[in-house]
């Protein structure tokens, strides 16, 4: 009987999502203030622009990056609301093995409706098994469900290419701490606020070499009031709990050495420093 309903709450999930995989961000720079994603400074050499989209509509945007199988960062409109997190994880069937659809998500079907392996689809992202047997980590979300209203769009947020593996007291504690009590202070008067949550990568890896642990995780907003706007950023050791609160210039700065790709620029200059 359980495994009947399991089947069925399966099934009924199979047609739900699909992402769309592109070569920039053009169905998705809604999710960007003003439009403008950051700068080329943050891609990786093998890099995947992935519109997250299910349920037909498209929810937040993710840079993913094919060889250590994590986001760099996803970006998304803050709008924490009502609803259910997923209990099932999306693969997305385009990072990689092409040309196939942009339909569905869970592993399950994407094997079934292809005909491919787990193994082809773990080619260029991280799957499931990557993220067994985490010792000390977690799924850390880049753009959390807490941040998103209504099912569609926390259920959007479940997917792999959205998730690093992030220090489990990090992810409980203090970032816990930064995304559910500093964001609803800091946006109190806030209209509008843009998000870009990203992960610097480390020099470790879970899963057999395939999957890199990030050495550091950092976020930056941009916000809209009534009469000005705000920006403000924090960043964070991916190896104990604790955050920094920076400006959004020191974070880029942070960023350009880490990163060591040029100078980093995450928002439009119209918003501050
Ligand atoms: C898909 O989205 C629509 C519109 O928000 C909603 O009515 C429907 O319940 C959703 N489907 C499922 C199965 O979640
Ligand atoms: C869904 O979330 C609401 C709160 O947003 C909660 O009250 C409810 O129990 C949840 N339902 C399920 C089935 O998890
Ligand atoms: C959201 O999903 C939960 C199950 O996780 C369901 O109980 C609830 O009715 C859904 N809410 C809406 C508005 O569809
Ligand atoms: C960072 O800023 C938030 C919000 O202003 C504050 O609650 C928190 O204590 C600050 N953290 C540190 C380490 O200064
Ligand atoms: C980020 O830069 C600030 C100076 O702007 C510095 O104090 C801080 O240690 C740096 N943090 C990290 C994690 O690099």
Not at 150 to 167: D, E
Not at 176 to 197: A, F, G, L
């Amino acid at each position: 009987m359980l495994g009947l309903l399991l089947l069925q709450v399966l099934a009924s999930c199979l047609w739900l999502g699909h992402s769309e995989v592109v070569t920039s961000f053009g169905s998705c720079h809604g999710f960007f203030s003003d439009r403008i994603p950051p700068n080329n400074a943050l891609n990786p050499q093998n890099p995947a622009w992935i519109c997250q989209h299910f349920n037909n509509s498209y929810h937040y945007a993710t840079l993913y990056d094919r060889d250590r199988r994590i986001p760099v960062y996803s970006a998304y409109k803050y709008e924490p609301g009502p609803g259910n997190r997923s209990k099932l994880w999306y693969a997305e069937p385009q990072v990689g093995v092409s040309p196939y659809s942009k339909d569905i998500d869970t592993e399950k079907s994407i094997r079934n409706r292809y005909k491919i392996t787990l193994q082809q689809i773990g080619q260029s992202q991280a799957i499931n098994q990557d993220y067994n047997n985490l010792q000390g980590l977690d799924r850390g979300h880049l753009s959390p469900s807490g941040h998103q209203s209504g099912n569609n769009s926390k259920w959007a947020t479940f997917t792999l290419t959205n998730i690093v593996p992030q220090n489990s007291a990090l992810n409980k504690g203090q970032w816990n701490i930064y995304q559910s009590k500093t964001m609803p202070q800091h946006t109190k008067d806030c209209t509008t606020t843009y998000v870009i949550t990203g992960a610097v990568p480390g020099n470790t890896y879970i899963s057999n070499n395939r999957v890199n642990v990030p050495s550091h995780i950092w976020s930056a907003a941009c916000c809209q009031t009534n009469t000005i706007r705000r920006t403000w950023a924090v960043i964070a050791e991916n190896n104990r709990n604790q955050v920094q609160n920076l400006t959004r210039s020191q974070l880029e700065g942070n960023l350009t050495q880490l990163y060591g790709r040029g100078q980093v620029s995450l928002f439009h200059s119209a918003c501050p420093p």
